[in-house]
């Protein structure tokens, strides 16, 4: 018998997916993934340039992979006009895509469109989760109801598999959004089963 903690350690990743971040400056994309692989948030964040990369290994418990480690390797591309136009480059191998707003600044969600356009194709062919950044300065009533409709109506156009409202802050489903899109690529390239 192997002792556990060694088993754990040597164990490698048997899948890896690519999963780009993207969506305006300043909403929190940086911060979901710092949260995420290095549990920490800061308060004065850099703004990234280009595009920074982090891996982070997951399991999910889903059969058949719950004993398997997944590898996420997240691509954190910058909010800027001017990087916008050199994501194309960055897209070959993307498994899915998180699309970030910023629930204090609801009109960053309506430049999403604008991101979409510049994945093209892929956004029609790969898994899309939708996240709400920052939930822990915004009140539990706050969000409009006609903004609400209008997330609906982007979701179904863009067959957008889920859509959570989070915060790097607290930590509030960080988590569950990096589960939800490893999951919906796991269903998508059928290594799980659709039901
Ligand atoms: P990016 O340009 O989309 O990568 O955004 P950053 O991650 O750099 O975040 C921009 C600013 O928003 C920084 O000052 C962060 O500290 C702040 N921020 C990001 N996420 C959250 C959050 O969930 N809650 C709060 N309160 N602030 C956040
Ligand atoms: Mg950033």
Redesign the pocket.
Known sequence: MEPKGETAETKQPTLIFKVMII?P???????LVTRFVDGRF????R??IGVDFSLKNISIDVEPVSDQLIQLQLW?FA?EEQFKRLLPIYLGGTNGFII?YDLTRLETFYELPEWLKVIGNYAFTRPLVLLG?????IGDNSIPDDFKADVDAFMKKYNIAAHFYA???TGENVETTFTTITYAILKHLHIVSDN
């Open positions: 969506g400056a300043r909403v929190g994309k940086t911060s800061d308060v004065d964040t703004g990234t954190d909010g970030v950044m920052k939930k822990d300065l915060s790097a802050k």
